[in-house]
């Protein structure tokens, strides 16, 4: 599986970003999704997830409640849909895919990483 993660740039406080991933592969239905972050000198840290189905999404609790998670199966797609957004949101943002339909927040439980998409926002 190969993935490539786009739409990350440059944002207002308060504003929005829609990230995309795009995966190769023709199970990708049967693949778990999800978005991980990583800030200047901090660890990579889990946002959500999504089943290969769709049916189930799991948040962290930084993108709780402002973040969304959604996959096109027909277009081998992934999003994650960023709202009212905070300066502490920006990083580069990498999306996952998992063997299983399943995912988890570890980020040992990820069998695929893309390479990133930067996103920064300014106060």
């Known amino acids: 599986v190969q993935l490539q993660a786009s739409g990350g740039g440059l944002a207002q406080a308060g504003g929005s970003l829609r990230l995309s991933c795009a995966a190769s592969?023709?199970?990708?239905?049967?693949?778990?999704m999800g978005w991980f972050r990583q800030a200047p000198g901090k660890a990579r840290e889990f946002v959500a997830h999504?089943?290969?189905?769709?049916?189930?999404?799991y948040y962290s609790g930084p993108g709780t409640g402002r973040f969304s998670i959604s996959r096109d199966n027909a277009k081998n797609m992934v999003y994650l849909q960023m709202n009212s957004l905070k300066p502490e949101d920006t990083a580069v943002y990498y999306c996952?895919?998992?063997?299983?339909?399943?995912?988890?927040?570890?980020?040992?439980?990820?069998?695929?990483w893309g390479q990133g998409t930067l996103v920064t926002v300014s106060s």
């Open positions: 996952a895919a998992a063997k299983g339909s399943l995912g988890d927040s570890s980020r040992s439980f990820w069998d695929y």
């Open positions: 999504i089943s290969g189905s769709g049916g189930t999404k």
């Open positions: 592969g023709r199970t990708f239905s049967s693949n778990a």
